[in-house]
């Protein structure tokens, strides 16, 4: 089938024009986040920075609220590290996937626990573009995570931005 006989969808609001135009630019971020090798639990491989401080951190935690925003997601993002290496990451997916419990905290914690094959994340530390709230800091202590460190405080992280 060519372009010309396929029929192309309206886009009759502003919500889903900005939805379509956020996709794009999401892939463009998605692109530099992420590199493409394959890991042992699955998934892509993560991007290391090439200064493993706390600054590279928490800098990857706000490009993942970054492409949460972009995606029309509520602005969040969290990494988990384990000896200076990234080893989950996630952005905000409670608007997009439509999952109340989709914090981008709770999603680096299944990532970091999927990438890994165990539950048990001792020794990590979970950076977060803003204050982790009470379910998410509970699922640190479960998951064992050390400690916790964060930029933006929930007041200044900015509102969702919900279509609809």
Same mark, same amino acid.
């Given at each position: 089938?060519? &372009?010309?006989?396929?029929? $192309?969808?309206?886009?009759?609001? $502003? =919500? ?28 892509? #491989? ?9 600054? #590279? &951190?928490?800098?990857?935690? &706000?490009?993942?609220? !970054? ?5 029309? /997601? ?36 299944? /990532? ?7 539950? /048990? ?11 982790? =709230?009470?379910? =998410?800091?509970?699922? #640190?202590?479960?998951? !064992? ?7 933006? !405080?929930?007041?200044? #992280?900015?509102?969702?931005?919900? =279509?609809?």
């Amino acid at each position: 089938m060519s &372009f010309s006989d396929t029929k $192309t969808a309206s886009l009759s609001s $502003t =919500c889903q024009r900005r939805q379509l135009v956020s996709g794009v630019i999401a892939g463009g971020v998605a692109a530099a986040l992420w590199s493409t090798g394959a890991t042992a639990g699955g998934g892509e #491989a993560i991007l290391q920075p090439e200064v493993p401080d706390d600054a #590279a &951190f928490i800098a990857r935690a &706000f490009k993942l609220r !970054n492409l949460a925003v972009a995606l029309g /997601d509520q602005p969040y993002g969290a990494v988990i590290v384990r000896k200076d290496v990234i080893i989950g990451h996630s952005h905000s997916r409670v608007v997009v996937e439509h999952d109340p419990t989709g914090h981008a905290e709770l999603a680096a914690i299944r /990532d970091a626990a999927r990438r890994l094959s165990e539950r /048990d994340l001792s020794g990590a530390i979970m950076f977060s573009s803003s204050r982790p =709230c009470p379910m =998410c800091e509970a699922a #640190a202590y479960w998951a !064992n995570i050390a400690e916790m460190k964060y930029g933006s !405080n929930a007041a200044s #992280a900015g509102k969702p931005k919900l =279509c609809g």
